[in-house]
């Protein structure tokens, strides 16, 4: 993609992204996008969790979000989803589209389903099932924690408790870091980071996401919304827990669930995107959350947060104004057959990786592991094989699930392998597949997406096998 174009990116945030009395203008001047999105959840919700949204939020005097969390943390995360669709319909209303969606942690349901993957009324019923699997497969209370410091620092500061439990589950920012885990362990975390001058602040979670805890869940969500249907994305869709787009044909069930155990790379999904050429970032739900984080890093980005202040109906107008200053700047290429990723306007065009800056310098070796014939074809493993044989190395070793490492994920701008860890790794995998030490001169930076890593591995592996027929 070209840095100079502007392409537009629509947050969707997670939990807690609640602001009290959010969108009651709208619904009071009788807005379709707002009184429909809450109509369609309050029907699912009540039939399936008997729990209705709009009868909390829209009261005289809605609860705040410290009282909604206490007393009803399920209508939090419903009012999360409804609060995101409406707002992202009235902006759209208007003729207004971003290039993109980013979904953070539970966002990623809004941002898939305004993306047209599955309509309100299953996304509902997805959420609804989430609330309950969680609620009954927890095993004990846990909690999370924002800190005002480094994903490396936070590290360190978990090593140093020392409970395997507790573990770094999101890195929003250069200097923010959420820490998921048991009550007690997250409370000990809240008590050293302050005697270490670490700011730390308690976040509105009723569950510790994105953390082992949550496995036994993981697997009967997936299990529960295997069978609701999705559709083609209309939009592309990034996610910092995959560190991809999604693709059209992905197993939404399994990579949904996925979120409850997985960390959320944010800042390393922000980082691709606007190396892509993202410019204009507005944030669809109650609150800036994300945009501050995103300005935050890119203090050159345009950000709009339409139901940041008090006037919601002007900060919409000011988001459907900023969309459509960005749409003139680029051209979108017609999409290619069976594409459903990656973007350069606001049309989808040929595949995910086409989302990252390609290296200056080609790879080693590119070359096709595919068993054939007898007529000269090696008789190693086939790409398919050896993807998951180093998936397996790379998983153990960054202690991250298989699912993360596709072809086209960033090594360290999402997953953080710097150049130190890539060479290590390299080196383990020249032992286990018997290739010796990586070269002399070898340039770590070369292999910067995992299907390159592969290759390099699926060049050796040709070579040696070659050699041993000669």
Known sequence: MNPDLDLTVALFPGQGAYRAGVLAGHRERGDEAVRDTF???????????????????????????????????????????????????????????????????????????????????????????RITVVREHAREAGSMLALRCGEERA?????????????????????????????????????????????????????????????????????????????????????????????????????????????????????ALHAAGARTFVEAGAGQVLTSLVAEVHPGVHTVAPLAGRDEAAGVTAAVAALHAAAPRYTAPAPAPGAGTAVTGPDRSAGPATAHAAPTTAPLRAVDTARSGPEGATDGPGRDELTALVRTVYAEAMEYPEEIFTDDVLLEADLGVDSVKQTELLSRLGERFGLGRPPEGLRVADYDTFGKVVDFVAAGVTDSAGAGTR
């Open 39 to 129: 109509e369609v959840v309050d029907a699912v919700a009540g039939e399936r969790i008997g729990r209705n949204v709009s009868s909390t939020l829209f009261q005289p005097s809605p609860p705040s979000p410290a009282a909604l969390l206490e007393q009803a943390p399920d209508i939090l995360q419903l009012a999360v989803l409804a609060t995101s669709v409406a707002t992202y319909r009235l902006i759209t209303a208007q003729g207004a589209r971003p290039s993109l969606h980013l979904g953070h942690s539970l966002g990623e349901i809004a941002a898939l389903t305004c993306a047209g993957a599955y309509d309100l009324a299953d996304a509902t019923a997805v959420l609804c099932e």
């Open 155 to 271: 590290r360190r500061l978990v090593e140093l408790i020392g409970r395997p439990e507790l573990v770094v589950a999101v890195d929003n920012a250069d200097a923010q870091t959420v820490l998921s885990g048991p009550a007690d362990d997250v409370a000990t975390a809240e008590a050293i980071a302050r005697r270490l001058g670490v700011t730390a602040t308690p976040l509105r979670s009723p569950h510790p996401f994105h953390n082992p805890l949550l496995a036994d869940a993981r697997r009967e969500f997936a299990a529960r919304i295997g069978g609701f249907r999705s559709r083609p994305l209309s939009v592309p869709v990034y996610s910092p827990i995959l560190g991809r787009f999604y693709r059209d044909g992905d197993d939404l069930a399994e990579l949904l669930s996925l979120h409850l155990v997985t960390p959320v790379a944010f800042r390393g999904a922000v980082a």
